[in-house]
T-cell receptor
Framework: EAQVTQNPRYLITVTGKKLTVTCSQN?????MSWYRQDPGLGLRQIYY???????DKGDVPEGYKVSRKEKRNFPLILESPSPNQTSLYFC????????????FGPGTRLLVL | DAKTTQPTSMDCAEGRAANLPCNHS???????VYWYRQIHSQGPQYIIH???NNETNEMASLIITEDRKSSTLILPHATLRDTAVYYC??????????????FGGGTRLMVKP
């Protein structure tokens, strides 16, 4: 079954404590992306990757890092989380044949105290 | 990408057709109309997309006006599980994955028994 998985699904942490949210897809897609979703602001892109070792900033990259060492995984790293990074995060994997189909993960709800 | 305008919310009776409108008066000739939906706190789900012609798949139908300034997503027999926020997006298809989805406010569809 084609899917995008994220872990953890829920996380409560404190300011400054480094964390990583993992994202993995089993569809051999080259393109992957991270979004955050906040009330009233819709879905905003954080980072995206067009292929292994190729990443670029989205609309709201500040405070985040990503890596793409292998095609299936695209982890999101918060080196020093702050309360304004409390949000719902989605990873997406995109079929190269059709931009129309983005497969989204189930989401990670993060609370930074 | 062209701006889209959707009603904030709509109600629909279970078993009836749900017709969700979207205005995209500034859409350019090479921009597609995409529809996604998001059930509460889950990842967005692709529904359908089109350029000029009407489209139908197992989930919905998409009717695009001849001048392409507006479109309507039709769920022919809405069920309670169709309760979600529906997003209409105008997106230019290209090979650059940096052209990611930008979700606005969407229409909150409530299907009632």
């Amino acid at each position: 079954e084609a899917q995008v998985t994220q872990n953890p699904r829920y996380l409560i942490t404190v300011t400054g404590k480094k964390l990583t949210v993992t994202c993995s897809q089993n569809m051999n897609h080259e393109y992957m992306s991270w979004y955050r979703q906040d009330p009233g602001l819709g879905l905003r892109q954080i980072y995206y990757s067009m292929n292994v070792e190729v990443t670029d900033k989205g609309d709201v990259p500040e405070g985040y890092k990503v890596s793409r060492k292998e095609k299936r995984n695209f982890p999101l790293i918060l080196e020093s989380p702050s309360p304004n990074q409390t949000s719902l995060y989605f990873c997406a994997s995109i079929s190269r044949e059709g931009r129309e189909t983005q497969y989204f993960g189930p989401g990670t709800r993060l609370l930074v105290l | 990408d062209a701006k889209t305008t959707q009603p904030t919310s709509m109600d629909c009776a279970e078993g009836r057709a749900a017709n969700l409108p979207c205005n995209h008066s500034t859409i350019s000739g090479n921009e597609y109309v995409y529809w996604y939906r998001q059930i509460h706190s889950q990842g967005p789900q692709y529904i359908i997309h089109g350029l000029k012609n009407n489209e139908t798949n197992e989930m919905a139908s998409l009717i695009i006006t001849e001048d392409r300034k507006s479109s309507t997503l039709i769920l022919p027999h809405a069920t309670l599980r169709d309760t979600a926020v529906y997003y209409c997006i105008a997106l230019q298809m290209n090979n650059n994955a940096g052209n990611m989805l930008t979700f606005g406010g969407g229409t909150r569809l409530m299907v009632k028994p």
